[in-house]
Every structure is written in structure tokens, then in C-alpha cells.
């Protein structure tokens, strides 16, 4: 009997309404493959998340063996997509990337030159992207506070272009949201974990067609769960700031209302600065809750 021979490399492609933009990205990826990745086995796993569009007919008109197409029965999101990609990838890395023509194929073989040495290797947007400049604030924003929170730089928090082995990112899929965020979250669970993390510079294009995020909604959202997924890696990190912030403020105002206004003590900076240790505690206790999670994994 003949062994099929387990895929070097696992492509992940989430889609919903892309028909414009999929047929081409998938037309790169076997060029790529046909030539100057030729020597790795490879399988490329389309998820379609309820596309209402011909995303699914475009993918069937490529028509190659080694290309999958996963239907999810209606939309749940770009984060489940990539959460259903991996549990079927057999590959020994994953690959992620979009499947609207941001990301160049071309860039692949750069990430996976670091694959072998790296546990995590992530696309990093430079300045020279094509990309809206209110994106851009809002991707410095978040590269600063989970910089912050992972006490190393990260250099790109939200790209969704990345090389993960497939083993890690089997062990991390139940962490990732069903929403746009799963790359900051994986991101943050990798650096914690101590596992290595490499960023290769990149320039991606706009997009093929309408994005799919409303900056509005989905900003807002996404600051909630970098918030959250904070709390649940680094606990101590956002406990502290709020625990400084109530007792500081409880005990300046002690100073002014007794030694300028010249007034007794004031309840309310004893109600803040009380506030303030239970804060501390609660984060003490949440911190130790991470390390007894990552002790038992």
C-alpha cells in the first residue's frame, strides 16, 4: 500500500463573498507551488462562511486536487473559518492568509524561510501598504498595548497573514474568537506561552471588493476582546494601572480637602483607596489562576 505523504505546508483561506478576488488568489497559490515552492507537499483549505455570493462555484472552477472547500451552513465568522481550517489542516505548518488579495503569495517563501527556527512567523504591514490611515491609528493603538501587555514589541497585532506549526496552533484553537480578532489572540497566547514569534516585513494591497469590517462596530468590539484576551493572558497588567489609578486619586484627595480645604477626612478617599486593594487582589488572584492554567497544559 502506498503512504500518503503528510503535507509540508497547510493554506487557509477564509471567504465570504469574494468571488471577484478568490479564483485569482487561488491561480497565485499554484503558481507559487508549481514553482518556486514545487519540492513541499502542500493542501489549501478554502472555508466558505455562508458566502451569498458564487464564492463556492468560483472555487470549484480551479478544479485542483489538492484544493478543499469547506462550507460552513451560514455565517459565523472570519475567526471560525480559520478555527474550522485548522482542525482539518494535516499539514506540519499552517499558513493563513486572505483570500481578498491583500496579501501577496509571493511573500510566502519569505515567511517560511523562518518556519523551521520559529514556532510563529507573522507578515508585518509597512508603512508602504496601501491601507487606510485610520486603520493604520488604530493598528499602532493596539501594537502599543500588546506591547505593553507582552512586555515585548509587537510589531503587527492584527495581521492574518502568518506561518504557525500546526501542532501550536491545534493547542490554541479553542482560545480563538469566531470574530476578525482570532490573530491578536493567538498572538498574545504564543508570546505567553514562550513560545518564539518573528515578524517579516510586508506590504499588502487593498482589498478586492467591499471590506467586511465597520469600524464603528467592529473597533469598538475589538478594543472590548484586546481588553479581554489581555486580562486573560496578563491579568496583573490591567489590574495594576486601575488599582493606581483609584488609590492615587483617593489619596490626592485626601491631601487637598485636608491640608487646602481644611477639612476631616473625606469617606470617599477611604471608599477609593479600600477599591483600590481589592482591585489589586482580584488581579493577584487572577494571575495566579494564568499560571496555574499554563502549569496544567
Known amino acids: 500500500m502506498k503512504m500518503i505523504e503528510q503535507p509540508y505546508l497547510s493554506v487557509i483561506l477564509p ?24 519540492e513541499h507537499c502542500f493542501e489549501i483549505i478554502v472555508v466558505d462562511d455562508g458566502s451569498r455570493d458564487n464564492s463556492a462555484e468560483a472555487v470549484r472552477q480551479v478544479n485542483h486536487p489538492q484544493i478543499h472547500l469547506v462550507q460552513h451552513p451560514y455565517n459565523i465568522g472570519n475567526g471560525a473559518s480559520i478555527k474550522t481550517g485548522i482542525r482539518r489542516a494535516t499539514g506540519r505548518y499552517i499558513l493563513m492568509m486572505d483570500a481578498d488579495g ?34 493604520d491609528l488604530a493598528n499602532g493603538i493596539y501594537n502599543r498595548f500588546a506591547s505593553y501587555v507582552c512586555g515585548r514589541t509587537i510589531e503587527d497585532l492584527t495581521s492574518g497573514f502568518r506561518v504557525i506549526k500546526a501542532e501550536l496552533a491545534k493547542s490554541l484553537v479553542y482560545l480563538l474568537p469566531n470574530t476578525f480578532s482570532y490573530p491578536s489572540t493567538i498572538t ?8 518564539s514569534l518573528k515578524y517579516v516585513p510586508i506590504t499588502v494591497r487593498r482589498r478586492i471588493g467591499k471590506s467586511k469590517i465597520n469600524l464603528a462596530v467592529d473597533g469598538t468590539r475589538f478594543l472590548t476582546i484586546i481588553l479581554r484576551i489581555a486580562v486573560f493572558f496578563s491579568p496583573l497588567k490591567v489590574f495594576i494601572p486601575i488599582s493606581l489609578l483609584f488609590f492615587f486619586t483617593g489619596f490626592f484627595w485626601y491631601v487637598y480637602r485636608v491640608f487646602f480645604v481644611g477639612t476631616g477626612f473625606p469617606p470617599i478617599s477611604s471608599l477609593l483607596m479600600t477599591t483600590a486593594v481589592v482591585i489589586f487582589l482580584i488581579g493577584l488572584v487572577s494571575e495566579q489562576i494564568t499560571y496555574l492554567r499554563y502549569g496544567q497544559q
Do not use: W
Not at 498574545?188 to 513560545?195: E, K, Q, T
Open 15 to 38: 471567504m465570504y463573498n469574494e468571488e471577484r478576488a478568490i479564483g485569482r488568489t487561488l491561480d497565485h497559490l499554484l503558481q507559487l507551488f508549481n514553482g518556486p515552492l514545487q
Open 102 to 135: 491583500q496579501h501577496k503569495v509571493d511573500d510566502i517563501p519569505r515567511l517560511l524561510e523562518h518556519a523551521g527556527r520559529y514556532d510563529m512567523v507573522v507578515g508585518a504591514r509597512t508603512g508602504e501598504s496601501d491601507t487606510a490611515r485610520h486603520r
Open 188 to 195: 498574545l497566547a504564543v508570546v505567553r506561552g514562550g513560545f
